[in-house]
């Protein structure tokens, strides 16, 4: 390998790196659409709760429901056009990706095990319409009979 193409490859590999760091784990672009469009319906959410099992990206704590937002490459969307695989290293990719979804598997069952209710919204559905799944996210609240939102709360009485 000449010096010319072993300074391509080492560019190539640290643009690569540089990416892979860039990806987030948390306040992601669909999260953060998706946290939005539950506060325009006056959700009372937390995001981020470390003291659960797994963290989900956002929790209704009265209703006990947890909300993952999984991208579809790192999370493997079934059917989806984004969840395709590198071509290179093939076998590092196809492990990696297995783990991520045992781990997202492992991870919903401990919630349900302590008595929470584990809602998957995909990256492509809230790029789509994060007003839909936020609807989707409103209607399981009221399923679970969780009508404690901001909007269903008295507003405080004048003084007499």
């Known amino acids: 390998m000449n010096l010319e193409s072993r300074s391509a490859a080492k560019t190539k590999s640290w643009t690569v790196s540089e990416r892979m760091a860039a990806v987030r784990q948390k306040n992601t672009r669909p999260e953060i659409a998706l946290a939005t469009e539950l506060a ?3 959700r009372v959410m937390r ?3 470390a003291s659960l099992p797994g963290t989900p990206d956002i929790i209704f704590p009265r209703a006990r429901l947890a909300v993952f937002v999984h991208g579809c490459f790192w999370h493997r969307h079934c059917g989806c056009r ?5 071509r290179s290293n093939a076998a590092f ?3 990696k990706f297995q783990a991520n979804v045992r781990r997202d598997d492992r991870k919903a069952r401990k919630l349900r095990t ?4 584990v809602f998957v919204v995909w990256e ?3 790029e789509k319409d994060p007003s839909r799944q936020a ?3 409103s209607a399981a609240l009221r399923r679970r009979g969780a009508v404690h939102d901001k909007s269903a709360r008295p507003t ?3 003084r007499a």
């Open 93 to 95: 990719w196809a492990a």
């Open 47 to 49: 995001r981020h709760d």
């Open 82 to 86: 984004r969840a395709t695989s590198p």
């Open 156 to 158: 405080s009485r004048a």
């Open 124 to 126: 492509c559905q809230i």
């Open 40 to 42: 325009k319906l006056r």
């Open 114 to 117: 302590v008595g929470w209710s």
């Open 135 to 137: 609807r989707r996210i």
